[in-house]
């Protein structure tokens, strides 16, 4: 089985985290460490190491985990906001910049159907910055253009479509992207399918239950066959009906040769979770999931609270270094990533009202005790 955390394996000579095609491959792949691909001896560095001592991102590195957050490029225009990024994680992802609305805003039949320029912008700061870009997302019933929804067409024309958006958007980014979340929150929480457009209004003609995420599995892998697919959801952290689901249709997709690499595990949580029984069942849910031969991350954490007390700040810190713990105890845990890195920025409190100072800097780019308790838990 290939080893994708021997890309962060600790060594004298820190190879580059995001180059081109043949470097990226083995780095994430870990084919530099495989005797019978990797050359005899390390080649020269080109570029200089970028992970700063004392960082979260060099803390990751000893556990060989990526140290990612959420990103927008309207913010890169911020000094602090770049600083922080590029210094501190040694991963991106596009919070919004690959969905479907924003990366393919116009139909095919315009002359300029897609737009990334944003992500692009995204994938450029990380590149020089020489961190790892996770894809988010190519199949979700949020953020679809109008020209979709709207569009009145039949199951096959959906299915055109959607082939023709996961081709160009993942093909666009091959060798830059090493990681795609391919299609996201496809559960209800009892388990059952969502009703989407791409599921069953009208669908992609694809067959009932999760043949249409299969498909789109199908889609993403001939589009980059190196690129790690993924299943992602919230809500599915702890053993409950979704998570049951989701690991039924991850063992059948392994038994069955379909190309599913991972699953992204959300991790959108408030103090209510600090329960030593939800970390517990937690544990016991990754586990699962990793002797299914797939990679695990934590993929869009954040701690959202109801105020900024020093107590609550405390308990969010807390919790924070208990989800980080989860992640080093559990050798499939590639990735811990926040949803944002900055309080200023973050999408809590759009979506909740009166609740936020969710992530580990504040508004003002100071850190906060959980970013001390994150770094602790992973330098332990
Ligand atoms: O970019 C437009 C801007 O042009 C416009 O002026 C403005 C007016 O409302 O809207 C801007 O778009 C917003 C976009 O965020 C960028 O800020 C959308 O309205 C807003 O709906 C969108 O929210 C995003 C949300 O997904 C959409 O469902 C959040 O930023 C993003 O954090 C959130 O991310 C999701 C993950 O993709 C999946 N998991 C849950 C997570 C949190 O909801």
Known sequence: MLNHRSYLQPSTHRLPRVCHRAATASLLFGLAFQPSLASPKPKPQTQPPSLSAGTLGQAGQ????????AAASAYLAEAEYSAILGSEFSQLQPENETKFGPIHPRPDSDPNPYDFNGADKL???AQSHHMLVRGHTLVWHNQIPDWVKKGGYTAPQLAAILQSHIHAVVGHY??????WDVVNEAFNDDGTMRDTIWYD????????????IEQALRWARAADPQAKLFYNDYDAEVLNRKSDAIYAMAKDFKQRGVPLDGIGFQTHISLKFDDPANLASYAKNMERFAKLGLELHLTELDIRLTDSSPESLRAQAKLYGEITDLCVHQPACKLLQTWGFTDKHSW???FYKGQGWALLWDENYQKKPAYEAVHDALMK
């Open 174 to 179: 091959a060798s830059k992207v090493y990681a």
């Open 62 to 69: 000893g556990r060989h985990i990526a140290i990612g957050a």
């Open 123 to 125: 994938v450029a700061f």
């Open 201 to 212: 209004q009208p669908g992609i003609n694809a067959g009932a239950g999760t043949q249409y």
């Open 348 to 350: 809590i409190p759009n």
